[in-house]
């Protein structure tokens, strides 16, 4: 691509150069729940649809492009053209040469040819490059709920830009009246960087923590642009208008404040580019101009901590006492966020590719920022915490078993964050303000409202969020605790000192430059410290949770899972499954901190439990695989809490029970089984059925339905053999491609027909967080938890005959 050279630092060379994915819908600026706008039907051309936020809500987006000494202007991205008369004017509208979108992590990049005034010129390309950027060593910049929207252009004439953005970013009532302003930075500013322009909106009259259609009802947009650019507020139709006629703006501000869709208002800059005059001879020129987009808020949540129901202020304002002052910082930082977003870009791609797989690289790109697309970080330095929307399923708060799938990205991208999202969850319950003895399903039943359940009345999902966090919380303090090998390469970088915490939170010390400092490791034996400290004070709790597993997980009583929309059934075999790795994890919790009694009754129990979950109960007449429940014959299930088993290294031959007390013979005879726990033909029929199983677009969830969950798929051939693997990554991506879906990326899709939407319609939801489940395990143990696994690649899995796939046994 000719770019690179050019913008080297820059986000646009991170952006792949091709991404083999066609997906139904691509991230443009997602950054929040409430900064969460996508390019709709991204298979079509940019400027048939407007663009959209994550509910299908179309909000206000235009982009045009004119090219002086010609009559035309060109839509680019909404449907400007809409505004634009088509007779009558000095102005007619005509259309670029889409050249289509790539994406990595962090960007999407929208590419056009622009025919140039003579028949001579080669076209202009331009690209619409934006940038929602993933900074695993910056919590800080992470936290900032802004985006950047850079305008490149490349060519040998002159071209002039416009973009507006209107009132729906900051309400979904079109009849809510908004207020907005032109504010400037003063002339006179420090670091000798150039004042910049932004356009503030909000609605008049604003409403604390409240939704309408998923979008907040408080807030303030600011749309941000540099010195040299034009500016204008004022009826759509008529900016657009002027714009086409002149290529310019007015410099003006509209002051009659109304309605959203009152004469619509919006909120324009213009941009000319002198190309013609700075290109050598026959030769090309480059300029860039750059937007950013922010979503402020100030609250954020209100959540019911230990201290009572606190009104919570955004993580950056720590660091940044007003919005200007972020804004500002966020604006000048874009070279340096760029190439912390590449590099994490960049890095995905290489591990991704260790699979063997294209496919799996751009599902991971196309995944990562839909995941922090939930988050909104809050707390202070000492108590970092990341409030967590379960998006378009229900929009409960911190949900157990939404953290749980979505886990696995931020074990790859930066555990300290998966901290920050089970500290609430922990501190709340901690405080006594949950009545249950078993982990609570969320912290609040709608987003932003973080008002617990102090009737004991959430989603009864016992064994299910006991196991969750059971298992989470061994794999943090894993983390943690590493030597040479950590969960993520990012948890090294940073500053080296360990610095105490004054309370038990993992807190967050940035340096001068807003990076981090190291998360765990061997020196000065931090991780360790780190660990004990974050299990200890409420070591309580978990112990609490591990007893319930103890009397309700070998054999469920009735009850959801996760996957509630399949409704409540007894005697899960996945769902005991995950409650006995979760006893078993409660047995490393209690050694880290000395409880060794407490140790050993927890691995007896397991051990136990596991036995008789393997001889007696979870594996269909004939051996060939696991079913749904333990009394359902004929049913087959997707095994994807075996996952947990690998995760927590329980599979390694060296997590063999210790000595055994005395009078008692082990369990298993440790050379029965490669594996240490779970046995290793469970993870052999597991994989063998998948083969056996597999539909068109994937693996479906169970036999009571061809729809399945994508987040479980890859947990599930995580651990299956290489070849399974690569079957069931080519259906999804398959699907990825043909999918009938029209929202942001569902995790609930048919495996045969259109692979649409199963009657539910989940869309946008961070549980895409699964998707890294094998970058994940392939760091987890050392790097030694998918070596582990080798055994499942000795021979080809077999072709079962049809009777068997047809539930007869």
């Known amino acids: 691509m000719r770019w690179t050279a050019w913008f080297a630092a820059g986000v646009f060379a991170g952006a792949s150069d091709a991404s083999t994915l066609t997906p139904p819908v691509l991230p443009l600026t997602v950054r929040g729940p409430y900064l969460s706008t996508w390019l709709g039907r991204a298979r079509d051309i940019p400027w048939e649809h407007w663009p959209i936020f994550w509910t299908g809500q179309e909000v206000g987006l235009s982009v045009l492009a004119a090219v002086p000494k010609t009559d035309l202007v060109y839509p680019l991205l909404g449907r400007p053209q809409d505004s634009l008369p088509r007779t009558g004017q000095s102005f007619n509208v005509s259309f670029p040469t889409y050249l289509g979108a790539t994406f990595d992590a962090s960007t999407t990049n929208l590419t056009y040819g622009i025919p140039g005034p003579k028949s001579s010129d080669e076209p202009l390309e331009l690209v619409l490059s934006f940038l929602s950027p993933i900074t695993p060593i910056s919590t800080l910049r992470q936290s900032i709920p802004a985006s950047y929207l850079t305008v490149l252009v490349s060519g040998c004439f002159d071209v002039d830009i416009y973009i507006d953005m209107n009132g729906l970013w900051v309400s979904a009532n079109r009849r809510n009246i908004i207020k907005w302003e032109m504010s400037q930075t003063p002339t006179s500013v420090e670091n000798g960087h150039a004042p910049l322009k932004t356009w503030k909106v909000k609605r008049t009259t604003e409403q604390l923590f409240t939704e309408d259609a998923d979008r907040s009802e408080w807030g303030a947009l600011h749309f941000t642009g540099p010195s040299d650019v034009r500016y204008e507020a004022g009826t759509s139709a008529l900016l657009r208008q002027r714009f086409s006629r002149t290529g310019t703006l007015q410099n003006v501000v509209d002051g009659k404040f109304r309605g959203i869709m009152d004469e619509e208002p919006v909120f324009a800059f213009s941009k000319s580019f002198k190309l013609n005059s700075t290109s050598a001879v026959g030769g090309e020129a480059h300029d860039s101009v750059l937007f950013t987009i922010a979503h402020i808020q100030d609250p954020v949540i209100q959540f019911a901590s230990a201290r009572g129901l606190t009104l919570m202020r955004p993580l950056w304002i720590n660091y940044y006492p007003t919005a200007d002052e972020v804004l500002y910082f966020h604006y000048y930082d874009f070279d340096k966020v760029s190439l912390l977003a590449s590099n994490y870009s960049m890095q995905l791609e290489v591990d991704a590719m260790k699979s063997g797989s294209e496919d799996y690289k751009d599902i991971l790109a196309l995944s990562a920022r839909q995941v922090l697309g939930a988050c909104s970080f809050s707390g202070t330095p000492e108590d970092p915490i990341i409030f967590f929307k379960e998006i378009s399923s229900d929009g409960n708060m911190n949900t157990v078993d939404v953290i749980y799938p979505a886990f696995p990205f931020f074990l790859y991208t930066n555990p300290r964050w998966l901290a920050y999202l089970l500290e609430p ?28 359940h102090p009737d004991g009345r959430d989603e009864y999902m016992p064994v299910e969020e006991c196991g969750n966090m059971l298992i989470m919380g061994l794999a943090l303090v894993n983390s943690l605790k590493y030597d040479t090998e950590p969960a993520s390469i990012w948890s090294q970088a940073g ?12 807190s967050l010390h940035v340096d001068e430059d807003g990076m981090d400092d190291t998360f765990g490791g061997p020196i000065s034996a931090k991780g360790e410290k780190q660990a004990r400290k974050w299990v200890e004070a409420p070591y309580k709790l978990w112990k609490q949770w591990t007893g319930y597993l103890v009397r309700e997980a ?12 399949a409704g409540w059934l007894a005697n899960q075999t996945n769902l005991a499954l995950k409650g006995i790795i979760g006893i078993r994890a409660m047995s490393e919790i209690s050694e880290l901190v000395d409880e060794k009694e407490d140790a050993t009754y927890y691995r007896n129990i397991s051990e136990a439990y596991i036995k008789r979950w393997q001889t007696e109960f979870a594996i269909s007449r004939d051996g060939t695989h696991a079913k749904l429940a333990y009394t359902w014959f004929g049913s087959w299930t997707t095994l994807y809490n075996l996952f947990a088993d690998s995760l927590l290294c329980f599979h390694l031959p060296s997590s063999l029970s210790q000595d055994p007390v005395i009078g008692q013979k082990p369990l298993m005879d440790p050379g029965a089984s490669k594996t240490a726990f779970v046995d290793e033909k469970i993870y052999k029929i597991q994989s063998d059925w998948y083969h056996n199983v597999r539909q068109r677009y994937g693996l479906p969830l169970d036999s009571r339905h061809l729809y399945t969950k994508s987040d479980w798929e890859f947990f599930a051939v995580a651990v299956a053999s290489k070849q399974v693997r690569e079957e069931v990554v080519d259906s999804i991506a398959l699907w990825v491609n043909e999918t009938s879906t029209d929202l942001p990326l569902t995790d609930l899709y048919d495996t045969e027909g259109d692979g649409g939407f199963p009657g539910i319609s989940f869309k946008a939801r961070p549980v895409v967080g699964g998707h890294f489940a094998f970058l994940a395990l392939e760091r987890a143990c050392g790097g030694k938890a998918v070596e582990a696994l080798d055994f499942l690649n000795d021979e080809k899995p077999p072709d079962f005959p049809s009777r068997l796939l047809d539930g007869e046994l």
């Not at 969850?425 to 617990?452: K, R, V, W």
């Open 425 to 452: 969850l922990i501190e709340h319950q901690f405080s006594g303000q949950y009545p249950n003895d078993y982990s609570m399903h969320d912290i609040g039943s709608s987003f932003p409202n973080a008002t617990g």
């Open 495 to 506: 500053s080296r000192p360990y610095i105490e915490s004054a309370g038990r939170s993992i």
């Open 554 to 565: 070998l054999i469920p009583s009735n009850q959801l899972s996760t996957d509630d929309f």
